[in-house]
């Protein structure tokens, strides 16, 4: 067997000792004679794989008691609706922070139920940099504040969390989840799909503070309802149980490691590594302001953009793969998430500079 170095943006690499105990788990969870596949999500068993699921999550990231913790189906991008529809609370407008292609996605999706204002917008700086929140205009009437705590695409992330100008604070955190500690009573609502670093796509977590549901907008599926997921444990029906099961051997692994403070300290190691070599060359270059820049989704560009080819088809055989940039914007992007090692961005260091001694 022959594993490479997956840099992904997601569907992305897991630990490989998840997927190993996943394997020896497949036909038999603990004595049961079943795959969790196979399970009820209404058996005993289940049920303790899904409360461990979120006591675990709620361990990691010190989750205060007024928060629900909801596992859902719909993708991230389900949330971009399911948002509004929940958090509207009779209130017409929403605003939000417009940093990248997935907060420009948010907006979209929101406009189907809200006016939608601005507090900023990275747009005529190419996405490279975040005004001060202090420039921020944040109308206080609004139902929330929305934010993309990480751009996957854009590389861009934000290294503190904005004030909430007196609102709730909403955060997609897909592609950050985990990476580092972070103050969860800060926030009105978060939410993220699990491909990135908690598992397997196919289910998304939404933490929101309770006082903040049981108002959804006329015509909201119940499935979408935050209040009636909350209230049936995120079983209103039958959930992506093996998913849920896959993102808690994950919570398993985080915490093996050391949670999220020391998750920190080594996705600090890799991308402090990698810009360093991007910023040394002249060959590789990074547009994102420093301050911003995703520990994530490291984009780089090539000084002969006509090498891209060459340098993705090199990489793979060297073992490093899905290293092209989002067909969006084209480019080269490494996603070094929890689950790549350090020895993965060693090896890609190492390969970026061969490249460039070979064809600079
Ligand atoms: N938000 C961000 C920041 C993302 O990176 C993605 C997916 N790459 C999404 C939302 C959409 O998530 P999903 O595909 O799980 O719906």
Same mark, same amino acid.
């Given at each position: 067997?022959?594993?490479?170095?997956?840099?992904?943006?997601?569907?992305?690499?897991?630990?490989?000792?998840?997927?190993?105990?996943?394997?020896?788990?497949?036909?038999?969870?603990?004595?049961?004679?079943?795959?969790?596949?196979?399970?009820? $999500?209404?058996?005993?068993?289940?049920?303790?794989?899904?409360?461990?699921?979120?006591?675990?999550?709620?361990?990691?990231?010190? &989750?205060?008691? %007024?928060?629900?913790?909801?596992?859902?189906?719909?993708?991230?991008?389900?949330?971009?609706?399911?948002?509004?529809?929940?958090?509207?609370?009779? !209130?017409?407008?929403?605003?939000?922070?417009?940093?990248?292609?997935?907060?420009?996605?948010?907006?979209?999706?929101?406009?189907?139920?809200?006016?939608?204002?601005?507090? #900023?917008?990275?747009?005529? %700086?190419?996405? #490279?940099?975040?005004?001060?929140?202090?420039?921020?205009?944040?109308?206080?009437?609004?139902?929330?504040?929305?934010?993309?705590?990480?751009?996957?695409?854009?590389?861009?992330?934000?290294?503190?969390?904005?004030?909430?100008?007196?609102?709730?604070?909403?955060?997609?955190?897909?592609?950050?989840?985990?990476?580092?500690?972070?103050? &969860?009573?800060?926030?009105?609502?978060?939410? +993220?799909?699990?491909?990135?670093?908690?598992? *397997?796509?196919?289910?998304?977590?939404?933490?929101?503070?309770?006082?903040?549901?049981?108002?959804?907008?006329?015509?909201?599926?119940? &499935?979408?309802?935050?209040?009636?997921?909350?209230?049936?444990?995120?079983?209103? %029906?039958?959930? +992506?149980?093996?998913?849920?099961?896959?993102?808690?051997?994950?919570?398993?692994? &985080?915490?093996?490691?050391?949670?999220?403070?020391?998750?920190?300290? $080594? %996705?600090?190691?890799?991308?402090?590594?990698?810009?360093? +070599?991007?910023?040394?060359?002249?060959?590789?270059?990074? *547009?994102?302001?420093?301050?911003?820049?995703?520990?994530?989704?490291?984009?780089?560009?090539?000084?002969?953009?006509?090498?891209?080819? #060459?340098?993705?088809?090199?990489? !793979?055989?060297?073992?490093?793969?899905?290293?092209?940039? $989002?067909?969006?914007?084209?480019?080269?992007?490494?996603?070094?998430?929890?689950?790549?090692?350090?020895?993965?961005?060693?090896?890609?260091?190492?390969?970026?500079?061969?490249?460039?001694?070979?064809?600079?």
């Amino acid at each position: 067997m022959s594993r490479v170095y997956n840099f992904s943006a997601g569907p992305s690499t897991l630990p490989e000792s998840v997927l190993l105990r996943a394997q020896a788990e497949l036909l038999d969870w603990r004595g049961t004679g079943m795959s969790v596949m196979e399970m009820s $999500h209404r058996s005993k068993e289940y049920v303790s794989i899904a409360e461990k699921t979120e006591a675990d999550l709620r361990e990691l990231l010190a &989750v205060p008691a %007024n928060y629900k913790v909801l596992f859902v189906q719909s993708g991230a991008f389900g949330q971009f609706a399911g948002v509004p529809m929940n958090l509207l609370r009779g !209130k017409t407008s929403a605003v939000y922070a417009n940093t990248g292609i997935w907060s420009g996605k948010a907006i979209a999706e929101a406009k189907l139920y809200a006016e939608v204002k601005i507090a #900023t917008s990275s747009k005529d %700086n190419g996405f #490279t940099t975040i005004a001060p929140r202090a420039e921020w205009v944040v109308d206080a009437e609004a139902a929330y504040l929305h934010y993309t705590s990480n751009e996957t695409i854009n590389g861009l992330e934000f290294q503190d969390i904005p004030d909430d100008g007196g609102l709730p604070l909403v955060c997609d955190m897909s592609s950050d989840i985990l990476s580092r500690p972070i103050d &969860v009573s800060r926030f009105g609502l978060i939410y +993220a799909g699990a491909q990135k670093n908690m598992g *397997p796509s196919g289910i998304a977590v939404v933490i929101v503070r309770e006082d903040l549901i049981g108002q959804t907008v006329k015509g909201t599926p119940s &499935v979408f309802d935050y209040k009636q997921q909350a209230d049936n444990g995120s079983m209103l %029906n039958t959930p +992506a149980t093996y998913n849920w099961y896959l993102l808690g051997l994950t919570l398993e692994w &985080v915490k093996e490691q050391g949670g999220l403070a020391a998750m920190e300290v $080594h %996705n600090k190691a890799k991308a402090e590594k990698l810009y360093a +070599a991007i910023d040394a060359s002249p060959f590789y270059s990074n *547009p994102v302001d420093p301050a911003y820049r995703s520990r994530m989704n490291v984009p780089f560009r090539l000084a002969k953009p006509e090498l891209e080819k #060459t340098f993705s088809t090199e990489a !793979k055989a060297a073992g490093l793969v899905t290293l092209d940039g $989002h067909r969006s914007v084209g480019g080269m992007r490494a996603s070094i998430y929890n689950a790549m090692p350090q020895a993965g961005v060693d090896a890609l260091i190492a390969f970026m500079a061969e490249f460039e001694r070979k064809y600079a």
